[in-house]
């Protein structure tokens, strides 16, 4: 008769910890993990202020010329408004003659030359692509709050006047019938022109006014644009529009730009 077999005892379980040496091991992988992250975060966060600093160069860059822009739509305004008043006079009869012509031509404007206008708006590019990127951009939260307030400002002010800037293009093109002489136009006719004619002054009085709002943004953020372009512009400005530009007035307000810029 065979003996009963018997289960191999089990041995209980044993703790085995690692060794001194395995603990450093492990401690030197953790520690190089966690100073690689940390100089990762380090390097983007260099990266991203340095983004930041770009796009706030390039949005001065904008800023300086569509504040050069605006002190022209300042300085051009006195002649639009002698062209408004003008046709204003002739719709109403009080005016014996005028030129259907614009009396301001050959300025910046995308305006088809083949045609004859009334009124010609002095159109200009009012650009912010680097401003909405840096209001966009990851790196904007690397710039001073109180700066990327003030450049949030700029923009609103730029979306006003192209808004008012196409009201007046809309406006001036439905008086295209005023460049064939007021005598042949009837009373309705007119009246339409003259209802018109008020809907254009509110846009190029709107121009102005954000115009002058543009340059006040431009002293809260101490920004100018060159001198010698503003007067170069307003010159070649002057000698297309005639006496009616105000240069005097305009480098006035390049001047103001530059001191609070200083």
């Not at 014996?96 to 200009?124: C, F, I, K």
Request: hydrophobic share 45%.
């Amino acid at each position: 008769m065979s003996e009963p077999e018997h289960e191999p005892s089990r041995l209980p379980w044993r703790r085995v910890l690692p060794s001194r040496k395995r603990l450093t091991e492990l401690a030197v992988v953790v520690f190089g993990v966690l100073i690689a992250l940390g100089l990762e975060n380090l390097v983007q966060e260099w990266r991203w202020k340095l983004e930041g600093r770009e796009l706030e160069a390039l949005a001065r860059q904008e800023l300086e010329v569509n504040l050069a822009q605006a002190i022209e739509r300042i300085a051009v305004d006195p002649c639009l408004r002698d062209r408004v008043a003008l046709l204003a006079s002739g719709l109403r009869g009080e005016a014996t003659s005028y030129a259907p012509q614009p009396a301001a031509r050959g300025t910046n404007s995308s305006v088809n030359r083949a045609l004859a206008l009334a009124y010609e708006p002095v159109l200009r590019p009012w650009r912010s692509a680097s401003m909405e990127r840096l209001m966009g951009a990851e790196a904007s939260k690397r710039v001073a709050p109180e700066r990327l307030l003030a450049q949030s400002a700029v923009l609103t002010t730029l979306d006003s006047i192209r808004r008012d800037q196409m009201e007046e293009v809309a406006a001036s093109g439905r008086l295209l019938p005023l460049a064939v002489g007021v005598p042949q136009l009837d009373a309705e006719v007119r009246a339409a022109l003259l209802t018109d004619l008020g809907d254009l002054d509110r846009a190029r009085a709107g121009v102005e006014l954000v115009s002058r709002r543009l340059v006040d943004r431009g002293t809260e953020l101490g920004v100018a644009p060159d001198m010698r372009e503003v007067q170069s512009r307003l010159e070649e400005l002057r000698a297309v529009s005639g006496d009616c530009v105000d240069v005097q007035g305009g480098l006035a307000i390049a001047r103001q730009l530059a001191e609070s810029a200083n």
